[in-house]
C-alpha cells in the first residue's frame, strides 16, 4: 500500500484533519516526472497492476496495465520524437476520453514538452487562438468530422504547427496515430542532461474557461501532479488497484484532478466511460452499476440530472465514496443524494490554477453548504479589497499566501509566455483566487461567489450561491443561475434564470410561488424579483455557468 508515496511524503497516514494540516508534507525530487516515476515506476513494481479500464457507447472496452501504458507510451514518446518533438515543444491533444490520451499524455511528460488539452467543442478561431498563443508544434485529435473541420481551417494560420496525427485511424494529409505505433520500438531511454525535464520545467498548460475575455494560458510545472495526491487521497479517497471515476472530457482541468495524476501516484485503477452526445443520467448510472465503481466524482449539475431519474433502480452499493466541485453544490442536493443512496457528497473547490484547494477531507465531517476546509499544501486566508486579513464571520476574497519566491506544490507558476500578468498574479504578497467566501469559527469555508458574481442592491450585497440553493430545494428547479439584473431605483435587483424540472410550465403562478418559497428560505430582501425560464443555461465549454452572459444580455 502506499508504494510510491512513500517516496515523496514523510507521513501518509493521519490521524485528523488538525494532524493532517499541521504535518501533511510532499518533498519533490530535483528531476520528477509522472511519466518515469510514476507509470514506469508501477510498470517495474508491479507490471501487471491495472491502470485503466476504458469502455464506450458502442460497447468497446478495453484493460491497460501500467506495463501497457509504459510500453505504448514509450513507442508514442519514439513516434512525437521521430516529427520533432523534444523537451519544451507544445502539443495539443483533442482526445475527448479516448484511452490514447493517457498514452498520449505519458509520452509527452516522458520527453519533457509541454501538453496542452483541447476539448471537443474547440472552433476553428479558438484553435487558431490556442497554436498562435502557444506556438503549437503538434496536434493529435479524435477522427472526429466536427473536430478534423475546425483543425484544418485554422492550420494554415499556425505558423508553428509541423505535425496532426489522428486516432484512431488517418486521412489525406494526416498522421495515422495507431499505424505510426506500430513502427516505433517499446524502449524510450530516460533523457540525461540538458535534455531531463526539472521539476520546474513546464509540463501542461490550461486555457482557462473564458467566462470573460480571452482565455488565459495556465502553467503547470513538473511537479504539479505530486500537489494531487490532496486531491486523490485525501479528498476522493480513491483506493489501491480499485475503480475511480471523475466525469470529464480530458480537455478540462477536472481530468487532471480525478483521471490521471493523483489516482495513478495512489495506485486506482481509473474507469473511464467515453460517453458521446448529450450527457444521459441513465447510462451514467448503468455503468456505475456494472463496473462497481468504488469511488465517484462528477459536478454538480450531473447529481442533479441523475436525481431526476429513479436513482434506487440502480446498485450502487459498491460506491464508498462521492465527491464533487465545479460548481457550488446546493444543500438539496446532498440531501436527496444521501436519502436515495446512503452516500454523503463531499465537496471541493478549485481552479484549474491549482489541485483542490478547499475541500471536505476524509476527516471532515461535511456541513451542507459549506466548501469544507483549507488544502495543507496552501496557507488559505480571506481578504479584503486592501489586502488585509479577514476574522471569522467576514467576507473576503480566497488568498493564497506566500507564492512570490517558490509556489507551492500543485499551484500553477505563472501565466504561459506572459511575464507581466504572471507578475501581477503572482508577484505579490498572495495569489487572489477572485472567488468570496467567508470562515465560521469552526475553521468550515462557505462560497459566496466570484467576485463579479457579487449582487449589491439597495446597499445589500447578496452571494448567488445563497439564493440559487433555496430555489433548487424547490421540486419545480433542476438548476439555476443567480445574476444582477438592472434597475433604475435600486441598482440591480436579483434575477433567477431558471430550467424547469419534467411537468412544470413557468407560468406566473409558478414565479410567485418561487418568489415566495425564497423569501422563506433566506433573507426576504434576497428573493429573485425577476424570474426567466430557459431550457438550458449558458455555460462555457468546461460546463461552467456564464453568469456573466447572463447579465451583458439584461444589460442591453
Given at each position: 500500500?502506499d ?17 493532517f494540516?499541521d504535518?501533511?508534507k510532499?518533498s ?12 514506469d515506476a ?14 464506450n457507447?458502442d460497447g ?7 506495463r501497457?501504458?509504459s ?5 508514442a ?25 493517457w498514452v498520449?499524455?505519458t ?17 476553428k478561431?479558438?484553435?487558431a487562438y ?23 481551417a485554422?492550420?494554415?494560420?499556425i505558423?508553428s504547427?509541423?505535425m ?10 494526416w ?15 530516460r533523457?540525461?542532461g ?18 470573460t ?7 503547470h510545472n ?8 490532496t ?8 483506493e489501491?488497484?480499485?475503480l ?9 482541468a477536472?481530468f487532471g ?14 474507469f ?6 448529450k ?11 456494472k463496473y462497481k465503481?468504488?469511488t465517484f466524482?462528477a ?11 429513479d436513482v ?5 452499493s459498491?460506491?464508498?465514496h462521492?465527491a464533487?466541485?465545479?460548481e457550488?453544490?446546493?444543500?438539496e442536493?446532498?440531501?436527496?443524494w444521501?436519502?436515495?443512496?446512503g452516500?454523503?457528497?463531499y465537496?471541493g473547490f478549485?481552479?484549474s490554477e ?25 496557507d488559505m486566508?480571506?481578504?479584503?479589497r ?5 476574522e471569522?464571520g467576514?467576507?473576503?476574497t480566497?488568498a493564497i499566501m ?5 509556489p507551492?506544490?500543485g499551484?500553477f507558476?505563472g501565466?504561459?509566455?506572459n511575464?507581466?500578468m504572471?507578475?501581477?498574479k503572482l508577484?505579490?504578497?498572495y495569489?487572489?483566487?477572485?472567488d468570496?467566501?467567508?470562515?465560521d469559527?469552526?475553521g ?9 458574481d457579487?449582487?449589491?442592491c439597495?446597499?445589500y450585497?447578496?452571494g ?6 433555496a ?11 443567480i ?14 434564470t431558471?430550467?424547469l ?6 407560468t406566473?403562478a409558478?414565479?410567485?410561488?418561487l418568489?415566495?418559497y ?10 429573485p ?6 431550457d ?5 465549454l468546461?460546463?461552467k455557468?456564464k453568469r ?9
Open positions: 500500500m508504494l510510491l508515496l512513500k517516496r515523496y511524503m514523510p507521513r501518509v497516514d493521519f490521524e485528523s484533519y488538525e494532524d494540516r504535518n501533511y510532499i519533490v525530487p530535483e528531476d520528477f516526472n509522472f511519466g518515469y516515476d510514476v507509470v508501477w510498470a517495474k513494481e508491479e507490471p501487471e497492476k491495472r491502470a485503466l479500464v476504458w469502455c457507447e468497446e472496452e478495453r484493460v491497460f496495465t501500467f501497457d501504458i510500453r505504448l507510451s514509450n513507442r514518446a519514439n513516434f512525437f520524437s521521430a516529427h520533432g518533438v523534444k523537451k519544451g515543444s507544445v502539443v495539443m491533444l483533442i482526445l475527448r476520453r479516448r484511452w490514447e490520451y498520449c499524455a509520452a509527452l511528460h516522458k520527453l519533457g514538452a509541454v501538453l496542452i488539452p483541447g476539448s471537443l467543442q474547440l472552433t478561431k479558438d484553435i490556442r497554436g498562435n498563443a502557444a506556438h503549437i508544434h503538434g496536434i493529435v485529435c479524435v477522427n472526429d468530422p466536427f473536430v478534423i473541420a475546425q483543425v484544418e485554422a492550420e494554415s494560420e505558423a504547427l509541423k496532426k496525427a489522428l486516432v484512431p485511424e488517418g486521412r489525406e494529409g498522421l495515422d496515430f495507431h499505424k505510426e505505433l506500430s513502427k516505433y520500438p517499446e524502449e524510450f531511454p533523457p540525461a540538458e535534455n531531463a525535464a526539472r521539476w520546474d520545467d513546464i509540463m501542461l498548460v490550461y486555457f482557462t474557461s473564458g467566462t475575455g480571452m482565455p488565459k494560458m495556465v502553467q513538473f511537479a504539479h501532479p505530486l500537489g494531487h495526491v486531491t486523490a487521497r485525501y479528498w476522493q479517497c480513491v489501491e488497484n480499485k475511480h471515476m471523475s466525469v470529464s472530457d480530458s480537455g478540462w477536472k484532478w480525478g483521471k490521471i495524476y493523483g489516482q495513478w501516484l495512489c495506485g486506482a485503477t481509473v473511464c466511460y467515453d460517453m458521446l452526445g450527457f444521459e443520467p441513465t447510462h451514467l448510472l448503468e455503468h456505475l452499476e465503481v468504488t466524482c459536478p454538480p449539475t450531473m447529481f442533479r440530472f441523475m436525481l431526476q431519474e434506487t433502480k440502480y446498485d450502487l459498491s460506491i464508498h462521492c464533487t466541485a465545479g457550488p453544490l446546493n444543500p442536493v446532498v440531501k436527496q444521501k436519502e436515495l443512496t452516500l454523503q457528497i465537496e478549485g481552479q491549482g489541485p483542490v484547494l478547499l475541500a471536505n477531507f476524509k476527516w471532515v465531517k461535511p456541513i451542507p453548504g459549506s466548501t469544507g476546509k483549507p488544502n495543507p499544501l496552501f486566508q480571506l481578504v479584503d486592501a489586502g488585509n486579513i479577514l471569522d467576514e467576507e473576503g480566497i506566500d507564492v512570490k519566491n517558490k507551492p506544490v499551484l507558476t501565466y504561459y509566455q511575464e507581466e504572471t507578475r501581477d508577484g505579490g504578497a495569489y487572489d483566487t477572485g468570496v467566501a467567508w470562515r469559527s469552526s468550515y469555508f462557505w462560497f459566496v461567489g466570484r467576485n463579479d457579487v449582487i449589491k439597495s446597499g450585497r447578496i448567488p450561491f445563497e439564493v440559487e440553493s430555489l433548487v430545494e424547490h421540486p419545480a428547479v433542476v438548476e439555476c443561475a445574476t444582477g439584473a438592472p434597475d433604475p431605483i435600486r441598482g440591480q435587483v436579483v434575477k433567477a431558471i430550467v424540472a419534467k411537468g412544470y410550465e413557468g406566473p409558478l414565479t410567485k410561488e418568489q415566495n425564497v423569501k422563506k428560505a433566506t433573507a426576504p430582501y434576497k428573493y424579483r425577476v424570474i426567466e425560464y430557459v438550458e443555461l449558458p455555460k462555457t468546461g460546463g455557468i456573466a452572459e447572463i447579465r451583458r444580455a439584461d444589460e442591453k
